[in-house]
């Protein structure tokens, strides 16, 4: 995702400086037109006048880490920018520490996966207002039209991009589900066919629907697939931001406990509800 957003950025004639731990990344994006560096401290030493320092890496300490490797390289009123996927809190905390170095740091919710350098990254941000006006040409340049919002101070914009992936942990629940029914009904229905034909006029209509789309293309049944889905921590924020708040968050709630549930081979609170069904009533049970 990094390296379409760099590619995205030199489209709009961005001069960008790149480093990754892999030399093999950092030399393919210099065939597009990147600089390239051999380390944090080449990749600053390569910046001249306002520094930006853009990051995509893992949340948690891989962040942390960072932060304290290019703070010591930066001056007063330089400005880092997190674009991953990091814990509001933290950002808070994070922009309170660069702060006190007399840095800036921002943080940009960034949405658009895979096909960000096409379409364009839809990208949600907090941080300093006059710090975010002066690094707005890059918002700009990786943004669709009317793709960027600013959501307020250090830790809006994740926040908002938080709660943005707990909301679409449920429209996929819900269109997953919706397919199993019909997948399980006793007619002979091409999968596909209904995707594709509810892209056209339906309420339902997505752009996970046509990625869906674009899956059955690929592997009409899901055979080659297993009913396995990982968390990236975004919809567990989001549950714990409702109870924060009051608010009930049942569908967003449930698909998060779905993902859980996709990861056991056998649930051994099924075990319970069975020997509980045969014992009070019973019902049947299956065994081994």
């Known amino acids: 995702m990094g390296g379409n957003m760099v590619q995205r950025l030199l489209l709009y004639k961005h001069e960008v400086v790149v480093y990754d731990r892999s030399a093999d990344v950092v030399g393919e994006l210099q065939k597009v037109g990147a600089i390239g560096s051999a380390s944090l401290e080449d990749m600053v030493s390569r910046l001249s006048g306002r520094k930006i320092v853009w990051m995509m890496v893992p949340s948690g300490k891989p962040v942390d880490d960072t932060i304290d490797q290019i703070v010591a390289l930066l001056d007063k009123n330089d400005i880092i920018i997190d674009g991953g996927n990091s814990n509001y809190k933290e950002t808070k905390e994070r922009g309170i520490k660069v702060a006190s170095h007399g840095m800036h740091y921002l943080d940009c919710g960034t949405s658009g996966g895979l096909w960000g350098l096409e379409n364009g990254y839809s990208l949600m941000t907090g941080g300093d207002k006059e710090a975010t006006d002066f690094v707005y040409p890059i918002y700009e340049a990786l943004a669709p039209k ?3 919002t600013y959501c307020g101070e250090s ?5 908002v991009k ?9 429209m996929m629940q ?6 199993e029914i ?3 009904a006793p007619y002979d229905i091409d999968l596909k066919a209904v995707a594709s034909g509810w892209q056209q006029g ?3 209509r997505s752009w996970l629907l046509d990625l869906l789309v674009l899956a059955f293309n690929k592997d009409p049944k899901l055979d080659e697939l297993k009913g396995y889905a ?3 921590g975004e919809g567990r924020w989001t549950v714990e931001a409702a109870m924060d708040e009051n608010v009930p968050a049942h569908v967003i709630t449930a698909s998060l406990y779905t993902r859980y549930q996709s990861r056991q081979d056998e649930s051994f609170a099924m075990k319970v509800v069975a020997a509980l069904r045969n014992e009070f009533g019973g019902h049947g049970v299956v065994k081994k």
């Open 174 to 179: 819900s269109l997953a589900e919706g397919m």
């Open 202 to 204: 339906s309420v339902v």
């Open 155 to 159: 830790g809006a914009g994740h926040f």
């Open 146 to 148: 009317g793709g960027y």
């Open 162 to 170: 938080m709660v943005h992936n707990g909301i679409e942990y449920g």
């Open 182 to 184: 019909i997948e399980k």
């Open 230 to 232: 990982q968390d990236s």
